[in-house]
């Protein structure tokens, strides 16, 4: 009975454990989307609720891809918390946060469908999250939360086209911008230390990138000339030297800084109405963002493909020497340089 009565404890015991590590990270998740929403919300465009850029949803799908579906209700009880002081009615409130919970669900189910890869080492993954994870998937976000604002009485009939667009490319965008950053983050952070390897000229490269898209990207948003083209150039060195860890970063800088000019009405997006801006800013955060990640993924696919290549080499030269044991065997360090790429 003594034995019994301890094993019953210590399964009472590791269930307990288990039950607060869950709701521990559901309130983390909830956490980060409220933080999400905050920052988010200082761009707003339409009705103190509309923005942009919604960073929540790029958080709530990174989320799911990496906690897995059982992370919904944090993102419920975070929609709650930003939703519920400034909706207009309960029930609005509700059919925002149901938008807003099922639109990242969707779109998680959507990828797992397709085979997706969180690493985002494929082309056909950076296609599947543009497509399906940000274009499908935030359709019932934005036609929910529009909707329910027209039913409260809180938008007017006829802005629903503008609210939506604007509702619909923010949750995208949120997708196509936090959502590969907190994948990367992710990665990094499952890793035990940081290498060793990593050159000092290769940090300081980094850091004059991020630095210098900063720079180019205020210029460009704040002089009335059109100069946004001129971000594109680190973009790409971005992709081409780090991948995603380094298109990332400065694919969100380079957002961030054009959505604050165009809420201040500034360079290339002043004397404009809201729908021109809306036009012109998304146009352009979209272009960025694809760049970023579809040439991110490329390139991380092709070393991928070098590496395989030169280890597929490498076993048949060896296959080669002991069918031929008199040819010259390859140098040892040779070899195992040619493993360790």
Known sequence: MAAVARDT??????????NGATA?????????YYAGAWIGLLQELVRDQVT????????????????????WPGIALGAVAVNAPIGPSPLAVLAIVVGNTLAPICSYLLLRRVG???????????????????????????????????VSGALPVGDFWTAWSVWWTGDAMGVLVITPLL?????????????????PYRLLEAAVLLLGTAAVTLVATRTEVSLLFLVFPFLIWAALRFQLAGAAPCSLIVSVLAIAATAE????????ALPARMVTLQAFNGSTALTALLLSAIITERNATRRQIEHVCAQLAEAVFRLAPDEPRPPEGDRKSTDRR
């Open 9 to 18: 404890g210590i399964r009472r015991n590791n269930g307990f454990r288990r």
């Open 24 to 32: 521990l990270r559901l309130v983390a998740v909830a956490a980060l």
């Open 52 to 71: 942009p850029l919604w960073p929540p949803t790029g958080i709530a799908l990174a989320c799911l891809l990496t906690l897995g579906p059982m992370a």
């Open 116 to 150: 997706f890869r969180p690493a985002l080492d494929r082309l056909r993954d950076a296609l599947v999250l543009v497509f399906l994870g940000a274009l499908a998937g935030m359709l019932i976000s934005a036609t929910v939360g529009t909707a329910a604002l027209i």
């Open 183 to 199: 994948l990367v983050l992710h990665r990094l952070l499952r890793r035990v230390r940081l290498p060793r390897d990593v050159s």
């Open 265 to 272: 009405g500034t360079g290339p997006f002043s004397h404009h």
